[in-house]
């Protein structure tokens, strides 16, 4: 029953992708684009547990995914400077480029495309077996990520990837009573948001950096180089305060072996 549980669960998940697709339509609110992406991420965890569908994210759906990314990245950027007193041409500037991403993802989004992925996720086999196993591996990718002489905004995002398989991987389990080793102490869901505002933080850096570089007024320039140094701040204490939640891992990965 638990493997019928785990076919209906990553089937369901894929049929929920096409309706979000709907929901996105021309307005693209942001909570169904964050939806269609969290909905995404549920499936990819499920079959990387499997060790299985690596390649149906690539492609032409893997390019849909992530001009939905950047739309969502663009959402969340400007909902944190409306609410700061930001340079407005900024903000102008971002809304001009939200629109180029809405546009960008309606010309790759094609609803055969959506089916196949369906159909390619229909064919897929699956095993409840393995799962301590999988988080075993995922806790050791962590530990030897954080051993690295420097770790850069590519790693840590890595990092976030693996909690975020974690995460949905334990709440598939735990629904269905399957016992797993404890991870309360890795706080999988409260560092996979740290991780993310950290990410955002990177986003908004990256951008204000392209924008600053085609900006010609003294005054505008000044005011956002002050707000790249404030978010810089943020984004090394953020660092800081991650690195030092994610060292429990050392002591979680010896409890599994």
Not at 4 to 18: E, G, R, T
Not at 43 to 54: D, F, N, T
Not at 100 to 107: R, T
Request: net charge positive; aromatic share 8%; charged share 30%.
């Amino acid at each position: 029953m638990t493997l019928q549980h785990l076919h209906h669960s990553i089937h369901k998940h894929a049929q929920d992708v096409a309706e979000l697709c709907d929901e996105i339509g021309d307005d693209f609110q942001q909570a169904a684009v964050h939806d269609f992406r969290t909905t995404i991420k549920k499936i990819r965890a499920l079959l990387r547990w499997q060790h299985k569908g690596g390649n149906i994210f690539k492609g032409p759906f893997g390019k849909i995914y992530h001009a939905a990314g950047r739309v969502r990245d663009l959402h969340v950027l400007l909902a944190t400077l409306h609410k700061e007193k930001t340079t407005i041409p900024f903000i102008q500037w971002l809304e001009e480029e939200l629109d180029h991403s809405k546009k960008s993802w309606k010309k790759l989004y094609r609803r055969k495309i959506i089916r196949h992925f369906q159909k390619e996720i229909e064919q897929i086999s699956t095993n409840v077996s393995g799962h301590t196993a999988f988080f075993r591996e995922k806790t050791e990718e962590i530990q030897w990520i954080i051993h690295m002489p420097s770790i850069d905004d590519i790693a840590l995002h890595e990092i976030r990837k693996i909690l975020k398989d974690m995460q949905y991987v334990t709440q598939w389990c735990q629904v269905n009573k399957i016992p797993i080793p404890s991870l309360s102490s890795l706080r999988l869901k409260e560092n996979g948001k740290k991780i993310g505002a950290y990410n955002d933080l990177r986003i908004g850096i990256e951008l204000l950096d392209v924008y600053l570089a085609q900006e010609t007024h003294a005054g505008i320039i000044l005011d956002l180089k002050d707000l790249k140094q404030k978010w810089l701040t943020q984004k090394e204490k953020q660092k800081v305060s991650l690195m030092r939640s994610l060292s429990i891992v050392d002591k979680i990965s010896s409890q599994m072996q």
